[in-house]
């Protein structure tokens, strides 16, 4: 047989090959489109995204440099590099949340139930620097002993101008963590709940779950934000230290003294309450990296496999053209040595 025939006889079985039916073909948003030696055709998953539905196929070839993924919509490919990015991301991130179990949730039911222990506490502490900034905004009308209430009451404590100060740039920190944290137990609330009714074997739409993750995730890191430097926990203690010098300096002023001292005080103990609540949170005692890691692995992998296939068809042509070329010198080779 000459290197004629035999690349001839090559074609014949790489395109009989060819024809051979793809298995495992789901129907999805866009039927998939194989192209020359493709031997397998796998659906991976339907995903929406911006309200549009794309579904996501992995396509196997006899050459597995063609082998990859390919992402339909609208009854075509996906080519913009920067569309299956997006794709591709909410997909990974949905599947790392579909590999949650209730079990490994229940330090987010935990963390959940801290932050609103501790949100309670703020909120008191919100409100008992709210009625003495109003206290003392009243002292300032009422005169006894020749002068006002508040400048006898600053004489005696002069940190209560910087408490004052303080105080005001507080208490909107104070709502805000509130706010925060009671949008956090609520969210991860839902999250556990439908990672238990999932494991009881109730079905559960699993955009709906990642939808409810993010959510959460979001929330927590609202919550987050009210910490680092100079955080809400920081802010508090130095409110207690603050309050509880004023409070000891106070109550020497006649008449008022003690009511003042009161109001003090009460901000000492809210707020040194807050201060060791917020300090010992443990938000992350949850792993949302874990989640974060784990998908930004598959969509590493997967952007991967969507670029291999990017041209499938010249690839596939290419190497077949390769291997005729290859074959072909070979057989020349062969038929000149016999001569």
Do not use: C
Not at 15 to 34: F, N
Not at 190 to 219: K, S
Not at 249 to 272: D, I, K, L
Not at 298 to 311: A, C, K, T, V
């Amino acid at each position: 047989m000459n290197g004629r025939k035999l690349a001839t006889g090559l074609v014949v079985i790489l395109l009989l090959v060819g024809t051979t039916p793809t298995t495992a073909i789901a129907q999805g948003a866009s039927d998939p489109q194989p192209v020359l030696l493709d031997q397998d055709t796998t659906h991976i998953a339907d995903v929406t995204v911006d309200g549009q539905q794309y579904s996501v196929y992995e396509h196997e070839n006899v050459f597995s440099w063609a082998s990859g993924i390919d992402i339909y919509t609208n009854g075509g490919r996906v080519t913009s590099e920067s569309t299956a990015e997006t794709v591709l991301t909410a997909l990974a991130k949905r599947r790392a949340v579909r590999d949650l179990e209730a079990e490994s949730a229940a330090p987010l039911r935990t963390t959940s139930r801290n932050v609103s222990t501790a949100a309670s506490n703020v909120s008191a502490t919100a409100t008992a620097v709210n009625e003495t900034l109003v206290y003392l905004e009243q002292t300032k009308t009422v005169r006894e002993n020749g002068t006002t209430v508040y400048n006898a009451s600053v004489e005696a404590a002069p940190r209560i101008p910087e408490f004052n100060e303080s105080a005001r740039e507080l208490h909107p920190e104070l709502r805000s963590f509130v706010n925060a944290s009671t949008a956090y137990r609520s969210n991860a609330t839902d999250l556990v709940e439908l990672l238990e009714r999932r494991e009881n074997g109730t079905d559960v739409d699993p955009q709906r779950l990642y939808a409810q993750y993010e959510t959460t995730l979001e929330a927590k890191n609202d919550v987050s934000d009210h910490f680092g430097f100079g955080g809400v926990n920081e802010q508090l203690a130095q409110t207690a230290n603050t309050s509880e010098a004023i409070a000891m300096n106070v109550s020497s002023v006649p008449e008022r003294g003690n009511e003042t001292a009161r109001h003090f005080r009460s901000v000492h103990n809210e707020s040194a309450v807050a201060a060791n609540q917020t300090a010992t949170l443990g938000l992350d005692a949850f792993d949302f990296n874990g989640v974060q890691n784990r998908a930004d692995s598959l969509e590493g992998r997967w952007m991967e496999d969507w670029n291999s296939r990017q041209n499938p068809a010249s690839t596939v042509y290419q190497s077949i053209a390769a291997i005729v070329v290859g074959i072909a010198a070979v057989g020349g080779y062969v038929v000149r040595r016999r001569r």
